[in-house]
């Protein structure tokens, strides 16, 4: 906890120009400078490439992209954009939480997993997810809300202390909008095995994230 009030205040003390900011990588190494935290991440490594070896084809990319991503009732373009990661493995960091209200931002994941993938298939799933994240913010909301109701996807509530660990490469996910306050995370994908054809990262170059 002390890690995540140390990041905040490097967060919270910069100046507002992106280019001023704490990078996500130094953020990161902040973390890694406790020991539950570097074992927590060789361990889902290991795992990961262990899997990887059995069951993908082709040759890993290993470095891992970090990204701060903050949420608030005007931020919302990041809210309910239902999709698949680029990478095998994702840690997610909750920094600081939304008030419990009805849509704090919580992670949302889709009950059933994608069990194999071509490029192509891979490739489609993201212009698929392309236009549906174009869609105007309420329409994308109530697409989120009906599939919560139907059973569809599960609502993740997250701690501060804790980190989350999952496939998002074969678990669909998004996340709700915040309607109060600010909710702060830090990802780290980590295996990008180059099934989106580069889409990924010119995406990632045009949102600049
Ligand atoms: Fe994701």
């Known amino acids: 906890m002390q890690a995540i009030a140390e990041i905040n205040e490097a967060i919270d003390t910069s100046p507002g120009n992106v280019s001023e900011r704490p990078h996500p990588e130094a953020i990161a190494e902040i973390l890694r400078r406790g020991d539950a935290f570097r074992q927590l991440e060789e361990t889902a490594c290991a795992d990961t490439r ?49 008030p419990d209200c009805a849509c ?15 490029t192509l298939g891979n ?17 994308r909301k109530w697409l989120t809300l009906h599939d919560l109701r139907r059973g569809h996807c599960a609502r993740v509530p997250v701690q501060l202390g804790s980190v989350y660990v999952f496939n998002g490469f074969a678990l669909k996910h ?21 099934h989106s054809l580069g889409l990924s990262e010119l995406v990632r170059r045009v949102r600049g994230v």
């Open 123 to 139: 490739v489609m799933c993201k212009v698929t997810h392309g236009i549906h994240r174009k869609l105007p913010f309420e329409w």
């Open 104 to 118: 704090n931002g919580d992670l949302l994941m889709y009950r059933r997993p994608r069990l194999s993938v071509s």
């Open 174 to 194: 998004s996340n709700l909008d915040v309607e109060m306050g600010q909710r702060r995370s830090l990802l780290i994908h980590y295996y990008d095995p180059g």
């Open 50 to 98: 262990a899997m990887a070896a059995r069951a993908v084809p082709g040759v890993l990319r290993p470095e891992p992209v970090h990204v701060i991503r903050c949420a608030d009732p005007v931020r919302r373009r990041d809210s309910h954009c239902r999709h698949y990661d680029s990478h095998l493995l994702t840690m997610l960091i909750p920094l600081k939480l939304a």
